[in-house]
């Protein structure tokens, strides 16, 4: 799956945090944010969309925002002026030596698990000086908290977006193709670096995938339905 990209990502949130999640991501980081006709926000990050419905109670949701690979420093110490990284401080930093990939991760007003991440040879400009986010490229990832990872995985992959990595067996497996991906976990597990229990909550995202659109939603009971793709 060479063209896999998410172009939308939609999550649940929690009704109250909208107004700090429009301060958030619009004034504190720098992105284009508007509001949504039913009271959320929408965030523009590179060409994707993320897009914060507000809902009952108080959803969370891991996501990653892709960072060229040659501005990871860069960005890193952006994110470190806007918020407190997790960890405390400048935060460590994660080396995924397997996807010669570096992340680092925090949390948004809304409670969302947020990294952000580099994979060597993705997206190198060559830019220097202080980062900025409109050198962000997308969204990377989109975590999907399923009840069977197997299932979603075979229901992903008949759609033609593959598992290219993980073992969906053991509850935890990568669709897509490497910086572009979506994450399966089973609610058994905890959402990196912390020790939130994954949780199952609406998502839906819209995708490029074989020359089509996938759409692929997960909901607060675990389950997966997918459309478009291949077959």
Do not use: C, Q
């Amino acid at each position: 799956m060479d063209d896999f990209e998410i172009e939308t990502l939609a999550l649940e949130t929690s009704a109250s945090a909208a107004p700090e999640l429009m301060e958030f991501y619009g004034a504190r980081l720098g992105l284009e944010t508007v509001s949504s006709a039913d009271g959320g926000v929408e965030v523009a990050v590179g060409g994707a969309k993320l897009v914060l419905h507000p809902s009952a109670g108080d959803p969370f949701h891991h996501f990653a925002l892709l960072v060229p690979a040659d501005r990871f420093e860069a960005a890193r110490a952006w994110i470190t002026g806007a918020t407190e990284l997790l960890g405390g401080g400048r935060g460590p930093v994660f080396e995924f030596a397997a996807w010669s990939a570096r992340a680092v991760y925090f949390t948004d007003p809304a409670g969302n698990i947020v990294e952000l991440i580099s994979h060597r040879g993705v997206g190198e400009p060559g830019a220097g000086g202080p980062f900025s986010g409109d050198e962000l490229l997308g969204i990377s990832e989109a975590g999907l908290v399923v009840a069977e990872p197997a299932a979603a995985a075979r229901l992903l992959g008949v759609a033609g977006v593959p598992v290219w990595d993980g073992d969906p067996g053991a509850g935890i497996a990568f669709a897509g193709r490497k910086g572009h991906t979506l994450v399966l976990s089973s609610p058994e597990r905890n959402w990196m670096p912390t020790k939130r229990r994954a949780t199952p909550f609406r998502t839906e995202v819209t995708a490029r995938a074989g020359g089509g659109r996938i759409v692929v939603v997960g909901d607060r009971e675990g389950r997966l339905e997918v459309a478009g793709g291949r077959g």
